[in-house]
T-cell receptor, first 118, second 111 residues
Framework: EPEVTQTPSHQVTQMGQEVILRCVPI?????FYWYRQILGQKVEFLVS????????KSEIFDDQFSVERPDGSNFTLKIRSTKLEDSAMYFC????????????????FGSGTRLTVV | QKEVEQNSGPLSVPEGAIASLNCTYS??????FFWYRQYSGKSPELIMS????GDKEDGRFTAQLNKASQYVSLLIRDSQPSDSATYLC???????????FGRGTSLIVHP
């Protein structure tokens, strides 16, 4: 079964450093997303990406964050100048459809990257 | 502000019983409803999606949707210890790419 792959599985970084979280979405999916989940909290939407541009973003996704699809397979989330409160599990997801079309199968989530900022 | 509410639990049921998980949502324009299962430290995994009022069955799982009352529920028949996880309700309206997740209900199935 196709999977969304995320690397690394766990990243520890010092406060103020930049991190890049990597994702390889399912190959025939067109919509890509980043979510985060702080320990014990709900899954929160960060950003969606379609046709090589951001289609929607939340209030959380401020200038500290950026996304990129540098080639045909990878989808990255960059967090600049990390803060302690950025510590969370970051999930990448992809879907075949989105927007006004009914999403028939929901999202497929990757296994996540646990980011720990110290 | 769209809200998706779930009782955080834990909901504890004996093995073989029916587990009933409930979710209410605030946005009447919501069109798509999803139930995800999340094991501790793992990513959410889609179990069911439902779009029309009524029941939808898939194996031991039944999703129930009542748009007039703005709730969606998930029934798990013949609960197994392996069903012990957090169950996330997600709600999406037609005009958005993005579902809103609830906090999840922790389910414990004890032998």
């Amino acid at each position: 079964e196709p999977e969304v792959t995320q690397t690394p599985s766990h990243q520890v970084t010092q406060m103020g450093q930049e991190v890049i979280l990597r994702c390889v979405p399912i190959s025939n999916h067109l919509y890509f997303y980043w979510y985060r989940q702080i320990l014990g909290q709900k899954v929160e939407f960060l950003v969606s990406f379609y046709n090589n541009e951001i289609s929607e973003k939340s209030e959380i996704f401020d200038d500290q964050f950026s996304v990129e699809r540098p080639d045909g397979s990878n989808f990255t989330l960059k967090i600049r100048s990390t803060k302690l409160e950025d510590s969370a599990m970051y999930f990448c997801a992809s879907s075949q459809r989105g927007g006004n079309l009914v999403i028939l199968s929901g999202y497929t989530f990757g296994s996540g990257t646990r980011l720990t900022v110290v | 502000q769209k809200e998706v509410e779930q009782n955080s639990g834990p909901l504890s049921v004996p093995e073989g019983a029916i587990a009933s998980l409930n979710c209410t949502y605030s946005d009447r324009g919501s069109q798509s409803f999803f139930w995800y299962r999340q094991y501790s430290g793992k990513s959410p995994e889609l179990i069911m999606s439902i779009y029309s009022n009524g029941d939808k069955e898939d194996g031991r799982f039944t999703a129930q949707l009542n748009k007039a009352s703005q709730y969606v529920s998930l029934l798990i028949r013949d609960s197994q210890p392996s069903d012990s996880a957090t169950y996330l309700c997600a709600v999406k309206d037609e005009g958005s790419y993005i579902p809103t997740f609830g906090r999840g209900t922790s389910l414990i199935v004890h032998p």
